[in-house]
């Protein structure tokens, strides 16, 4: 083995849970500080079908004051809907009103904007409670009619927020997440059990149980749990304590660059204290 070959396989490795994407912006940063990655899915999304209750909400002839998205996953599905429907998100008919967009965070925005979709707004806090925060803040919410755009498996405090801020909160399936999909398991275990395993990257809270069950199936959780987990935000920094991992660094924004910084500085940490093994 050559000695490029011998630093190669040295290099700490990276789990990102997420599917391998040649345009992965996140695994080229990590790529470019030195790191191996080992991109592996934890969680796998299914789009509404065309024609289906996504495209019936968005072209919803009352029309919406606020589309509301919470991933790139549903703001591309949104999107896509809106594409299909031909319409503006405001309904047809003759209706009065102007449809505004609002993103969860940066990466999110981007999405919409990646499909023409101007964003009116990205909260402060890129969880559900700071879109809810904002609108309230910005005078809009109270008798507002907002669409939620999100995941079948998302969390209700959003909408309940929004709710009992006066608005008339319509939610909708924009894609269906599978935790844990089976053909995972075997690269999951191959980078878990890779003694240059430094971190763990998730985005998501189902990624995180999606993670979590893998593991524990190949009875592999001990290494999740002496691994540092690098999560891009609040409410997945909440999942990953309410499945008691304990070694979780919160980036300090939900971007690529934010997370890789994360991953440098645990890296450099003291190690997370391992649990003790149920191996016997």
């Known amino acids: 083995m050559s000695a490029a070959d ?3 396989r040295a290099a700490p490795l990276v789990l990102v849970t997420r599917p391998p994407d040649a345009a992965d912006r996140l695994v080229a940063l990590l790529q470019a500080r030195g790191y191996r990655v080992a991109a592996v899915p934890t969680v796998e999304t299914r789009p509404s079908p065309p024609g289906g209750p996504l495209d019936h909400a968005i072209a919803d002839p009352d029309g919406w004051d606020w589309i ?3 991933s790139a996953t549903g703001a591309r599905a949104a999107g896509e809907a809106l594409t299909r429907t031909g319409t503006a998100g405001g309904g047809r008919g003759g209706t009065a009103r102007t449809t505004r967009w609002a993103a ?15 964003v009116d707004l990205v909260p402060r806090e890129s969880t559900g409670a700071g879109i809810a925060s904002d609108l309230v803040a910005s005078g809009t919410a109270r008798h507002a009619r907002i669409l939620l755009a999100r995941a079948d498996a998302a969390a209700g405090d959003l909408p309940a927020a929004l709710r009992a ?5 319509h939610e909708v399936v924009a894609y269906h997440t599978v935790e844990a999909p089976p ?10 059990v890779d003694g240059t395993l430094a971190a763990i990257v998730v985005a ?15 009875g592999l959780l001990h290494r999740v749990l002496a691994t540092p ?8 920094s909440a999942a990953a304590r309410d499945l008691r991992i304990a070694g979780v660094v919160q980036a300090v924004a ?12 645990s890296v450099l940490a003291p190690p997370v204290a391992p649990a003790p093994s149920r191996r016997p």
């Open 6 to 8: 011998m630093a190669t």
């Open 68 to 70: 509301v998205v919470t």
């Open 104 to 118: 969860v965070g940066p990466a999110t925005a981007g999405a919409l904007q990646a499909l023409g979709i101007p």
């Open 165 to 169: 801020a006066g608005a008339d909160v």
């Open 183 to 192: 053909e995972s398991a075997a690269p999951l275990d191959a980078a878990l």
């Open 204 to 218: 998501s809270g189902s990624a995180v149980r999606g993670l979590v069950r893998l593991a524990t199936a190949a």
């Open 229 to 236: 987990l690098i999560a891009i935000g609040p409410s997945t």
């Open 254 to 265: 939900p971007t690529p660059e934010a997370l890789v910084a994360a991953v440098d500085a």
